[in-house]
């Protein structure tokens, strides 16, 4: 019962290198998201996907592009990589963007990719 | 500008007693809250939820209340167990429309609970 799951789970890289951060979900959900944590702070959203060939910004989508490949994946890529950039980055996923008054659907997460930018 | 604030870094407890995590928030458009724990190098796991409809849930020894008029939210366990030392985020959408993609998280809080 794999769930979310995210490769790499740690990755080192030098400024101005780019990068893939790769995720999949099994739960045949509909939502996918990407998220970074940095230390003392909460999660924000970068970029989400509400459904197979839609993508959105969030809060923070500045040095960032994904991809919705399929269903099943939804990949965050950092075309020049800032040290500003060193995270961990969560991928989620809900069966879709619906909440609240519908019903519960809360996103599902992976174990988190720790990247560092020297 | 924080929208959910979880004003209290830690929090430690005693086995078996009650532990009351507390969450504020500033946007009056959020109809949906979620608590999430998480443990060290591992993915947030939800935990409850909260419809703004409503003011109490229940899930086993996890209760959450919402207080609209304050915007504010608690999670209470009872009784707390050493398994569920983590930490724990608060976790808030607009559901204007049908939608909660945009969640809004707090910083969280360390709960740890000695046995």
């Known amino acids: 019962n794999a769930g979310v799951t995210q490769t790499p789970k740690f990755q080192v890289l030098k400024t101005g290198q780019s990068m893939t951060l790769q995720c999949a979900q099994d739960?045949?959900?509909?939502?996918m998201y990407w998220y970074r944590q940095d230390p003392g702070m909460g999660l924000r959203l970068i970029y989400y996907s509400a459904s197979e060939g839609t993508t959105d910004k969030g809060e923070v989508p500045n040095g960032y592009n994904v991809s919705r490949l399929n269903k099943r994946e939804f990949s965050l890529r950092l075309e020049s990589a800032a040290p500003s950039q060193t995270s961990v980055y969560f991928c989620?996923?809900?069966?879709?963007?619906?909440?609240?008054?519908?019903?519960?659907?809360?996103?599902?997460f992976g174990d988190g990719t720790r990247l560092s930018i020297l | 500008d924080q929208q959910v604030k979880q004003n209290s870094p830690s929090l430690s407890v005693q086995e078996g007693r009650i532990s009351i995590l507390n969450c504020d928030y500033t946007n009056s458009m959020f109809d949906y809250f979620l608590w999430y724990k998480k443990y060290p190098a591992e993915g947030p796991t939800f935990l409850i939820s909260?419809?703004?409809?409503?003011d109490k849930n229940e899930d086993g020894r996890f209760t959450v209340f919402l207080n609209k008029s304050a915007k504010h939210l608690s999670l209470h366990i009872v009784p707390s167990q050493p398994g569920d030392s983590a930490v724990y985020f608060c976790a808030a959408s607009e559901g204007s429309g049908g939608s909660n993609y945009k969640l809004t998280f707090g910083k969280g809080t360390l709960l740890t609970v000695n046995p």
């Open positions: 989620a996923s809900s069966v879709d963007g619906r909440g609240g008054r519908y019903g519960n659907q809360p996103q599902h």
């Open positions: 739960m045949n959900h509909n939502s």
């Open positions: 909260i419809s703004s409809i409503k």
